[in-house]
C-alpha cells in the first residue's frame, strides 16, 4: 500500500488502512475578533499517536 497521509505528530506515512482522519477547530490570533473558522481543519494521525491521544 502507498501512503495516502503524513502523521501531524510522529511524521511517519500512513496508508488507508492506518491513518485516523478527526476534525480539529483552525485557532489563529485576532485580538478581540473571532479566533476561529466556520469550518474544522482535518487533523490526521497513524495509528499509534491516534492511540496515544485517545484517552484511556
Known sequence: MQAVA????CGCG???DHVRVSGEEARRVAGMGLSH???SARHMTCV???EAE???
Open 48 to 50: 499509534v499517536c491516534h
Open 6 to 9: 503524513v502523521c501531524r505528530h
Open 14 to 16: 500512513a496508508c488507508t
Open 54 to 56: 485517545s484517552p484511556s
Open 37 to 39: 473558522g466556520p469550518r
